[in-house]
């Protein structure tokens, strides 16, 4: 019984994290006036908040044992940080993609959160892990759910805002692939999860070095509000990742991932009573049926698990 709390707990701090994050990072894209230049240095900003997580993380890791512990390898620290730098280029195609149709930031998150489809196939085809009848069927909801948003509204706005979506969900499928394959060969996912924190912090360290020896600054987010906004959001990614991670070790993994991964009900339900906003009705749908899909297949992942892959989150 304790142990179903406290993995029930950390899905629903993993479903708040992300769902604050991500409304965050819309309601910039939709208030900021300068556009482009904005979105990209509100991305940069996160990114920095993502290394501070890395940074504390790090710390701790170093004080204790010296080293990156449960790390097999230098291509595997590597590959690591390749999966850093895949969510920091994907949470700025989010960006661009929420200040396209800002108006949509529900239904846009619901598409990136369908990444659990293609991870389940990439980890069918390479790693060899088994596909069930939930999984199909979950598919199969999913991407109706995609198709009836696309409908929903065939503006350029809406259509771009669609495009980054699915950008965004092949990028974050790129970077839970790679931390499933690592912990198939035995990483440790804290060790894992740090190193990727530091490399996104350092690709934002990066940027905004080159920004202001060019001098253009904080060009486009010159507002300190949403500089802390920004700064904010990196945070609550990079506390959703650790939640996530200590949930999955805690309780049911298909459950978990699909609690934190129907985080875009909450970026629709803060959007509507915080900026008054509603999706059109066909886009409400189609997201309600992503997030269904992502259930289906989270639970099929729980009743019916693949005994010869490890999910490298214990």
Not at 47 to 61: A, K
Not at 273 to 278: I, K, Q, Y
Request: net charge positive; proline share 3%.
């Amino acid at each position: 019984m304790k142990i179903m709390k406290n993995w029930i707990f950390f899905a629903l701090c993993t479903f708040a994290f992300f769902g604050v994050t991500n409304f965050i990072l819309g309601y910039i894209a939709e208030v900021n006036p300068s556009g482009h230049n904005g979105n990209i240095t509100a991305a940069m900003i996160l990114w920095v908040g993502m290394g501070f997580m890395g940074v504390v993380s790090s710390v701790r890791l170093f004080a204790r044992y010296r080293t990156f512990p449960g790390i097999q390898g230098k291509k595997f620290i590597v590959f690591s940080a390749v999966a850093g730098v895949s969510l920091a280029i994907a949470m700025l195609s989010l960006k661009v993609g929420m200040a396209a149709d800002p108006l949509s930031k529900g239904p846009i998150v619901a598409i990136t959160s369908v990444n659990s489809l293609l991870v389940a196939l990439l980890a069918h085809v390479i790693l060899k892990e088994s596909l069930n009848k939930f999984h199909l069927w979950g598919m199969l909801v999913s991407v109706g759910g995609i198709i009836v948003m696309v409908l929903g509204d065939m503006s350029y706005a809406g259509i771009l805002g669609i495009l980054f979506g699915l950008l965004t969900m092949s990028l974050f499928s790129f970077t839970n692939f790679i931390l499933k394959w690592l912990g198939y060969h035995g990483n440790d996912s804290i060790s894992v999860v740090t190193i990727l924190w530091l490399a996104a912090g350092t690709f934002g360290a990066l940027a905004l070095g080159y920004r202001f020896l060019t001098g253009q600054n904080m060009i486009g987010l010159e507002e300190t509000n949403l500089q802390l906004l920004a700064l904010a959001a990196g945070i609550l990614l990079g506390l959703g990742m650790l939640t996530l991670k200590m949930g999955v070790s805690a309780g049911p993994a298909g459950p978990m991932v699909a609690i934190a991964s129907s985080n875009a009900i909450l970026v629709a339900f803060l959007d509507r009573v915080l900026l008054g906003h509603l999706p059109a009705p066909l886009k409400l749908a189609g997201m309600l049926a992503a997030v269904l899909g992502i259930v289906i297949i989270a639970l099929g992942s729980w009743l019916r698990p693949a005994k010869q892959i490890a999910d490298g989150t214990d």
